[in-house]
């Protein structure tokens, strides 16, 4: 196989030229910064390279072609819900009115995205059945710790300071037991049962009077439901502690199951997952935090109030003494809340139960695709999401997970999220999403399977995957051994100084 | 659904191939009782109605205003190459690079960026990234913490005040944070008390981690970062420099005054403002600090065949690695917006760059000297760079009459440091490169106008009024 496509590129420091660029903007007055004092002034100006608009152009597109993106390809990225970002959501995001808008604008200039805002809280609400919603939160580990922080400001208020763990399950995601310490808290892993999902009794016999609160993401980070999540939350309130929800997995259960219905205290949404704001190569996301009426007073601020003449308003400083504070500057990533609200409003009530009715068929499908060539380590009807292990194949043929995901590069897929959660040997986990079709599905399954015929047939052609790729697998030991950070430049080379 | 793809025909083949008749026997497994109450949601729009449901939300914000409004969110002329290029899917529809040999473009981009922002920082290690100043600057405080293993961190309240309200938030969990006041009067006014600050760093019984303080400081003042630098460490406290990313064009870096971490926020570097997100969290730190520092780094290093190629490097500090030991819960963050911080900085250029820091500090002095001919003068006797207090009797009338006049006088200070009265009549003004003289002109005659209006003299410092 030969390698085609796009090139490996020069980094942009390479590229720059003194004396290219310019004409951005007017040239301020000669004497413009004489003013400032001496001491305070840069002395070796920011040896940024000096590039001209048409190489700069080339240089992102070019490198922007060395991605693999929903927009190229199928992203089976399981617990992450790659699925298609919508392109009115990005014109929405830009038009003046919400793009140019400052933060610190009056309310009265910012009625119509603080009506937005309003809207999309009592949206999430009614989806998550929770009685209120914080869209301050920029991503879902800081909606996370916003829950738990609540949480201890909701035992710490009733003199409950005994509290000082949080039980969180073995096959949690990693920002889980981070947040708990983030909080101050102690983490009690809980190890899982053996069909992958919470163990219900080893969690109650953990619970206590030390006992701040559980994390639970439902439908667990393997896919399933958590059919005694009912017992158990009975038991975490019996025992005085609260229950929090990781939302990373809403995807599967809209207009099916609501975790405020069922008893959950808090829990976190993930819009770039489940209401499709784009993953932006690791970020922006917003990470929305619903709660139930006894958390409602220590919710971030500023809250958005809906005043009795129909406008609306942020919440002034100090008008809520019991709010847990601020999570971060101004309203929260209101650009991505704006393509969230859209696509909520295109879908409808209808419209996002069937998005994931049909996450979870297309799921199911693929499992049954699967289930001669891989191992199913739970073999029951999955969520949107399921995982398949190589454990067999590694077993007879040396091939492993890795190989497997990096083979799956040569044939335009990018692979399935391997070795998480930690608890399935040789697992990945695999999220289809409803936006993919039949066809797709079923190219995606075939690959895999002649994969496993390879690793029987010539394991060697899997173990060095993959073979089209701009770059072979990376030396990581030496990246971590020896760091290279930035970019040095190298002596000379400095941009000179423009007085 | 508007963006699925199944016919009928492909829901019953898939059915037909699991073995099952409906979909609903895939949900029998959530126990009757805790299955959910119907949705209620208004009705599903077509695109063609949603998009003027959107347009109509979006006219109803008055972004027509001539503004002076900075106060920690700035604009700048963002070359239309900057969203033209974010708007590549390739760039906004993938996710984070956790396989590198399809991922080299997002991990490349990562590390420009690291190293465009240790230029303008100075400093050796930039994370990329964090969700905005304040959460950046919160992030700075705790490394502070982890690394001196001390758990008081001193914070100059000419840090913006909701960075230090964010700051107290993520200290909830069992640290300490105590604010450092700021000079009343005279000509240091306004920026971070020294005096004080050495008084609060010589108590023995209780050691100070790291202090924390702005430049420009929130009133827009120059803070004398050396000497802050030089307190904090004579205590064994680190210094972080919270700092403005454009204005490092002309100003001092971190790193040439002894910072040990820089934190700040990135959207000055061609980011809209949005109302408020997302924006870029800067966080950069000495080299000593490396496995300190959260969030993602991508290093340089080669594949099998010797290329040179990018990968996400030292993730034993992450918390899909280490849980509750990582140093941070941060994962998803703002990728997108630190290769927007990136193009930007290409396209304007280093010189480019000096010129919209110059570019805003001329037209703020403009501003300064047209506001003095009608007599509202400065609060603060210090230099600024583009950004300053002025004291305006009435101050929140006047900015709300302004609002019909079509100007957006800057903010009222009353309403973000509501406990300061040296502030309580004062507006914070500022100026970029993309205020004009006839902006200034227009706001200025407007200003006078509305004063006289409202009939109150005028009191400024020089008389005696708000100080």
């Known amino acids: ?499 | 659904m508007p963006y699925g793809p199944h016919t009928s025909a492909d829901r019953e083949r898939m059915l037909a191939a699991i073995g099952i008749d409906s979909i609903d026997d895939l949900f029998a497994d959530i126990p009757e009782a805790l299955r959910a109450s119907p949705l209620d949601l208004p009705p599903p729009q077509p695109e063609l109605e949603l998009a003027s449901r959107l347009t109509q939300l979006a006219a109803r914000n008055r972004t027509d205003l001539v503004s002076f409004l900075g106060a920690g969110v700035y604009r700048h002329w963002s070359p239309p190459a900057v969203d033209q290029l974010l708007l590549r899917g390739e760039w906004y529809t993938a996710y984070t690079p956790y396989q590198p040999e399809v991922s080299q473009g997002t991990l490349q981009s990562i590390y420009e960026y690291e190293s465009l922002m240790a230029e303008l920082v100075d400093l050796d290690v930039v994370s990329a990234s964090h969700y905005d100043g304040a959460a950046a600057t919160a992030e700075a405080a705790l490394m502070t913490c982890r690394a001196t293993r001390r758990e008081r961190v001193l914070i100059s309240r000419g840090v913006h005040p909701q960075y230090r309200a964010t700051v107290a938030t993520y200290f909830e969990g069992g640290l300490q944070l105590d604010e450092i006041p700021l000079v009343a009067e005279g000509a240091a006014a306004g920026t971070t008390d020294l005096d004080a600050l050495e008084a609060m760093l010589a108590d023995p019984a209780n050691p100070v981690a790291g202090v924390v303080a702005a430049n420009p400081d929130f009133l827009g003042l120059l803070e004398p970062m050396p000497r802050i630098a030089e307190l904090a460490h004579a205590a064994g406290a680190l210094f972080v420099a919270v700092v403005e990313p454009v204005s490092l064009a002309v100003l001092a870096p971190p790193g040439s005054y002894g910072a040990d971490i820089a934190a700040g926020e990135g959207q000055p570097l061609g980011i809209a403002p949005q109302y408020g997100g997302p924006f870029l969290g800067i966080l950069a730190a000495t080299e000593a600090l490396t496995r300190q520092i959260p969030g993602r780094l991508v290093g340089m290093t080669t594949d099998l065949d010797g290329q040179r190629a990018f990968v996400m490097t030292m993730r034993a500090r992450e918390q899909d690695i280490r849980r509750d030991k990582a140093a941070s819960n941060i994962c998803t963050n703002q990728a997108l917006l630190a290769l927007a911080a990136s193009i930007y900085l290409a396209t304007i250029g280093p010189h480019g760059l000096r010129d919209v820091a110059a570019m805003g500090a001329a037209r703020a002095a403009e501003l300064e000297s047209s506001l003095a001919a009608i007599g509202v003068r400065r609060v603060h006797a210090g230099p600024y760079l583009n950004e300053f207090a002025v004291g305006v009797r009435d101050a929140r009338a006047v900015h709300r009459r302004l609002l019909d006049r079509g100007f957006l006088a800057g903010l009222a200070l009353a309403d973000a440091e509501p406990d300061d009265p040296t502030l309580a009549d004062a507006l914070l003004l500022c100026a970029t490169e993309v205020t004009t003289s006839a902006d200034i002109a227009a706001f200025v005659a407007a200003l006078e106008e509305t004063m006289k209006e409202s009939a109150p003299p005028l009191v400024t410092a020089a008389e005696g009024g708000p100080r």
């Open chain 1, 1 to 499: 196989m030969s390698v085609t496509g796009p090139r490996l590129q020069p980094t942009i420091f390479e590229l720059g030229r003194d004396g290219r660029g310019g004409g951005k903007i007017p040239h301020p007055p000669a004497d413009a910064l004489d003013r400032l004092p001496a001491d305070a002034r840069r002395s070796r100006p920011p040896a940024i390279p000096a590039m001209n608009e048409p190489d700069v152009v080339r240089h992102y597109v070019n490198l922007s072609q060395l991605n693999f993106a929903v927009d190229t390809g199928f992203y089976p990225l399981g617990s992450c819900t790659m699925k298609f970002n919508p392109k009115l959501n990005e014109w929405a995001a830009r038009l003046s009115g919400f793009a140019d808008l400052h933060p610190m604008a009056p309310d009265e200039v910012a009625q119509g995205t603080l009506e937005l805002l309003w809207e999309l809280e009592e949206a999430l609400a009614e989806i998550s059945g929770m009685q209120a919603v914080t869209l301050q939160p920029a991503a879902g580990a800081q909606g996370e710790l916003t829950g738990i922080l609540m949480i201890r400001a909701y035992h710490s208020e009733r003199g409950d300071t005994g509290r000082t763990e949080v039980l969180v399950p073995d096959s949690s995601h990693g920002t889980n037991p981070a947040t708990a310490s983030m909080a101050g808290y102690t983490t009690i892993t809980i190890p899982s049962a053996s069909d992958g999902g919470v163990d219900v009794d080893a969690f109650t016999a953990a619970l206590g009077p030390r006992t701040a609160a559980v994390m639970i993401t439902n439908p667990s980070t393997v896919g399933l439901f958590e059919s005694r999540i009912g017992e158990l939350l009975e038991a975490v309130h019996a025992a005085g502690a609260l229950a929090y929800m990781d939302g990373a997995n809403l995807n599967a259960i809209m207009g099916r199951f609501k975790p405020g219905e069922a008893g959950f205290d808090v829990m976190h949404f993930n819009v770039h997952k489940t209401f499709s704001t784009p993953h932006g190569g690791g970020g922006p996301g917003a990470g929305p935090v619903g709660v139930g009426d006894h958390l409602l007073p220590y919710l971030p601020t500023p809250r958005v109030l809906r005043a009795d003449d129909g406008g609306y308003r942020l919440e002034r400083p100090d008008e809520r003494p019991r709010s847990i504070g601020r999570m971060r500057s101004f309203v929260g990533n209101t650009g991505v809340l704006v393509r969230a609200y859209a696509y909520i409003r295109a879908h409808g009530a209808a419209g996002l139960r069937e998005v994931s009715d049909d996450a979870v068929l297309a799921a199911n499908y693929l499992k049954h695709r699967l289930a001669d060539a891989y191992d199913i380590p739970f073999d029951r009807p999955c969520k949107h999401e399921f995982v398949a292990s190589a454990a067999t194949i590694k077993r007879e043929t040396g091939v492993r997970t890795l190989d497997i995901a990096k083979r799956l590069i040569d044939f335009g897929f990018h692979p399935p999220t391997i070795y998480f959660p930690l608890i399935v040997e040789e697992g990945m986990l695999i999220e289809p999403t409803e936006t993919e079709s039949v066809e797709t599905l079923d190219a995606f399954a075939d690959t895999l399977i002649a994969i496993a015929g390879e690793a029987a047939s010539d394991p060697e052609l899997v173990r060095s995957a993959p073979h089209t790729a701009p770059v072979k697998r990376l030396d990581e030991a030496t990246a971590a051994r020896h760091p290279n950070l930035r970019w040095r430049p190298m002596a000379g080379a400095e941009t000179p100084c423009p007085d």
